[in-house]
T-cell receptor, first 111, second 114 residues
Framework: QKEVEQDPGPLSVPEGAIVSLNCTYS??????FMWYRQYSRKGPELLMY????GNKEDGRFTAQVDKSSKYISLFIRDSQPSDSATYLC???????????FGGGTRLMVKP | ETGVTQSPTHLIKTRGQQVTLRCSSQ?????VSWYQQALGQGPQFIFQ???????GRGNFPPRFSGLQFPNYSSELNVNALELDDSALYLC?????????????FGPGTRLTVL
């Protein structure tokens, strides 16, 4: 069993929809949680970073962490075709910068 | 400010050969991490260099090795290439030590092993 599980998709939604992306993890030692967006043939770029349980909002993006359930989510409001990409969740332990990634969910937003 | 750059963009090698991939970190960054991303999967941590010293290693065999230079650029070397080494190799740089700082990823080098 992988440490971080993520539904690979693809997830196809119409423009303007609310998108929900999720990851589960097995290791309770993870303390920092991130969401990256990766366009085709590009490196991942950081979208959201959270530490504690709860919600964090940044524009159209909301990251949610539930440490008791070992479950994190990324919500995208008013989705746009430019949001079409692969979304990777990632997490790390307290020290150091080693990231453990999920497998990624491919999102397609149709005009 | 120049971002993280990697070379070459693409590379084709045959099984058993050796390869060297290069990464230039973002200005002011002293930490470089390397990841392997197989097709359709998330990146997997290979190792990290901080101020020219290896500072953490993932579950990769010794034939994966690296270097970091005084200017904080880095190389990833892979010996005795296997078919399963075909992947996108990502380099990420960050500043600071042992506290969270955003890792900026380069565009990657796509390695194909035939």
């Amino acid at each position: 069993q992988k440490e971080v599980e993520q539904d690979p998709g693809p997830l196809s939604v119409p423009e303007g929809a609310i998108v929900s992306l999720n990851c589960t993890y097995s290791n309770s030692a993870f303390q920092y949680f991130m969401w990256y967006r990766q366009y085709s043939r590009k490196g991942p770029e950081l979208l959201m970073y959270t530490y504690s349980s709860g919600n964090k909002e940044d524009g159209r993006f909301t990251a949610q962490v539930d440490k008791s359930s070992k479950y994190i989510s990324l919500f995208i409001r008013d989705s746009q075709p430019s949001d079409s990409a692969t979304y990777l969740c990632a997490m790390r332990y307290g020290a150091g910068n080693m990231l453990t990634f999920g497998g990624g969910t491919r999102l397609m937003v149709k005009p | 400010e120049t971002g993280v750059t990697q070379s070459p963009t693409h590379l084709i090698k045959t099984r058993g050969q050796q390869v060297t991939l290069r990464c230039s970190s973002q200005s002011g960054h002293n930490t470089v991490s390397w990841y392997q991303q197989a097709l359709g999967q998330g990146p997997q941590f290979i190792f990290q260099y901080y101020r020219e010293e290896e500072n953490g290693r993932g579950n990769f065999p010794p034939r994966f090795s690296g270097l970091q230079f005084p200017n904080y650029s880095s190389e990833l070397n892979v010996n005795a290439l296997e078919l399963d080494d075909s992947a996108l190799y990502l380099c990420a740089s960050s500043s600071g030590d042992f506290s969270y700082n955003e890792q900026f990823f380069g565009p990657g080098t796509r390695l194909t092993v035939l």
